[in-house]
């Protein structure tokens, strides 16, 4: 399968991103016509945020159950479909449940199959693990749309173990966590990070293997597609290594 565009839509309140880079280096990689837009909820309609309340996680236990979104619910989601800054990154959401409110709002001349869509979002998407019986956070949903989580990008990987033993000492002394974020300061992502638009990249690349090879990942940390789950992980395979494997390189070269 071939595609014919890629439409990429922004998430305003994380400037980081930088569309219009990414957007270059998807035409230099791909070859395809790449097409920017707005937030995706530029094209909300009057049930969206009643949809989007629906996708809210209250088990994270449990898998996904269908709840009747309260009002005060409702009206926090229409302010954030307003003004994407007002999400509260406590707020989870099932990471499938809100592709499909996304899918309805993609007009239907834009659905065919050559014609792939990818979503940032700072709202944080999860999805049930039936391993171990709980929601993890997740900085990419795949398919098409293929949603990018910018909060799932820093929260779902995992800071260094001695930031957590660290800030464990912190509290339990009743000093504040300040001190354990400068020390250290680098080897983790933070919002507003610098070095985001970098990093998503490799979650573009995964979407769109994904998409067309039906295999996102690969067990190789020194690969753009090795599916991080610590920070130094990530920071590793997208801003020190920087590049596919060869397997991985070779199909994208047949692609």
Same mark, same amino acid.
Request: net charge positive; charged share 25%; glycine share 4%.
């Given at each position: 399968?071939?595609?014919?565009?890629?439409?990429?839509?922004?998430?305003?309140?994380?400037?980081?991103?930088?569309?219009?880079?990414?957007?270059?280096?998807?035409?230099?990689?791909?070859?395809?016509?790449?097409?920017?837009?707005?937030?995706?909820?530029?094209?909300?309609?009057?049930?969206?945020?009643?949809?989007?309340?629906?996708?809210?996680?209250?088990?994270?236990?449990?898998?996904?159950?269908?709840?009747?979104?309260?009002?005060?619910?409702?009206?926090?989601?229409?302010?954030?479909?307003?003004?994407?800054?007002?999400?509260?990154?406590?707020?989870?959401?099932?990471?499938?449940?809100?592709?499909?409110?996304?899918?309805?709002?993609?007009?239907?001349?834009?659905?065919?199959?050559?014609?792939?869509? /990818?979503?940032?979002?700072?709202?944080?998407?999860?999805?049930?693990?039936?391993?171990?019986?709980? #929601?993890?956070?997740?900085?990419?949903?795949?398919?098409?749309?293929?949603?990018?989580?910018?909060? +799932?990008?820093?929260?779902?990987?995992?800071?260094?173990?001695?930031? #957590?033993?660290?800030?464990?000492?912190?509290?339990?002394? +009743?000093?504040?966590?300040?001190?354990?974020?400068?020390?250290?300061?680098?080897?983790?992502?933070?919002?507003?990070?610098?070095?985001?638009?970098? /990093? /998503?990249? +490799?979650?573009?690349?995964?979407?769109?293997?994904?998409?067309?090879?039906?295999?996102?990942?690969?067990?190789?940390?020194?690969?753009?597609?090795?599916?991080?789950?610590?920070?130094?992980?990530?920071?590793?395979?997208?801003?020190?290594?920087?590049?596919?494997?060869?397997?991985?390189?070779?199909?994208?070269?047949?692609?």
């Amino acid at each position: 399968m071939k595609i014919s565009t890629i439409f990429l839509y922004d998430e305003p309140s994380v400037p980081e991103i930088n569309i219009s880079r990414l957007a270059d280096f998807l035409r230099k990689i791909f070859f395809v016509k790449v097409e920017l837009g707005k937030n995706i909820f530029s094209f909300a309609n009057n049930l969206t945020a009643k949809e989007i309340a629906s996708c809210k996680i209250y088990n994270s236990k449990k898998p996904f159950e269908k709840h009747e979104p309260t009002r005060e619910e409702i009206i926090f989601e229409e302010q954030s479909i307003v003004d994407s800054s007002k999400t509260k990154n406590i707020v989870v959401y099932d990471g499938f449940e809100f592709q499909k409110v996304i899918t309805k709002l993609i007009p239907n001349n834009k659905l065919s199959l050559d014609q792939f869509h /990818i979503i940032f979002t700072n709202k944080l998407t999860c999805t049930f693990d039936q391993n171990d019986y709980r #929601y993890h956070g997740r900085a990419l949903i795949g398919s098409n749309p293929s949603i990018i989580s910018t909060t +799932g990008i820093i929260e779902a990987p995992a800071k260094p173990r001695g930031y #957590y033993f660290d800030l464990i000492s912190n509290i339990t002394l +009743g000093l504040n966590r300040e001190s354990v974020k400068k020390k250290y300061q680098g080897a983790y992502l933070e919002y507003h990070d610098k070095r985001l638009s970098t /990093i /998503i990249e +490799g979650y573009l690349l995964q979407a769109l293997f994904y998409y067309l090879t039906g295999e996102a990942f690969c067990e190789n940390r020194d690969c753009r597609l090795y599916n991080a789950h610590w920070q130094n992980d990530l920071i590793h395979s997208q801003l020190e290594v920087r590049k596919l494997c060869d397997k991985h390189q070779r199909i994208l070269n047949n692609l």
